[in-house]
């Protein structure tokens, strides 16, 4: 740890009221909160016989990784290479990349690490992509799953016909070196459908195109092993379904403000808890007397609603920008501006982006700091 907050805030570690004195800007990760989220899941997910692959695009942190496979995940899944190797070499395996890749040297360092020991599995849209992962993996003598990535309405990566997915399917069975381990298709364009009856009928369109693709699948002798997608806001739904395999939520572990309007179960109540805040300290007052905060654009990632502010736990406004370094508390009605040198926690407009801008997260239970976990895919989006 360097000049960085850690350094002063590591001395605190177990220290009563730690929490209240950490230095600022800095992530922190509610512990309760944390394995509350982490082991709801599990438990929704085993009730009803799905499979659990959280995504570390979220997150990118093997201590949070490693408490999601202790909780019974199959895997990890990743968004970029650079961000599996970091996990693979902080001990997280068996590993996942979601999206498919255009670099020979990528594919080359996958196959490298699959030589040492990682499980991994990746994903493809067209033949050329499974000749390269092919060709490195039976350089490096190693062997690579690989899924059929299909797009079933996001309109980003994969095949969007039966047949495109059978004839790539039959090309990875007949590649040394790799595996036929299945097909992906995340839904990305249904997870912040904010209405559950809404989202409900957006997730059966893209369960039914996916259906139809299994079912091909099923017909030419290439029954997928794993049908792997959906996220946080759909969850309950693919549990419903029962199209896909498993579930590769991410958000569920920290949530945030984009979520929070999300009726996850239809019931209007909450169903994963704010466990990711980014306190910030109080340092000015503007020359309308309000609360300057050392947290702007450089400390939390912005695609997202405000963020609320808490003070001792009691929430008293929400912070709008006032520069890549500063932020502006807007208090709410009866709250005044708190002083210079005050602590806030304030949670986080888009959680994944946010976290990847930090080294390290702060693990904090009740009021203490109870470990510096570093986040190790923090900045590997390449
Ligand atoms: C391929 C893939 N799977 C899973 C997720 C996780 O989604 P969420 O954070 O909504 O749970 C994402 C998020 O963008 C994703 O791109």
Redesign the pocket.
Known sequence: MSNGVAALNAPLVGAAGSRARLETPSLLLDATAFEKNVSVLAEMAAVRGMGLRP?A??HKCAAIAKAQLEAGALGI?C?KPGELLALFEAGVNPLML??PVASRLKIDRLAAAAARGADIAVVVDRAQLIADYAASARAASATISILVDCDTGLGRTGVTTPAEAVALARMIEAEEGVTYAGV?A?A?NV??VLGFEERRAANRVANERLQAIVTALKAADLAPGIIT?????S?MLDFEDQVLTEV?????VFMDEG?RPVDLHGAGEEVFRFALFVAVTVIAHSANGEAITDGGTKSFAIDGPPPRAFLDGVEIGTIAWAGDEFGRLKTHDGHAPPPAGARLECTVPHC?PTANLYDVVHLVRDDVLEAIWPIEGRGLSD
């Open positions: 995504h695009k979220t899944a968004a979601t999206a992906q995340y990305g997870q912040h997608g959906g996220g946080t806001g969850h590769q939520a991410g958000s569920y979520y994944d």
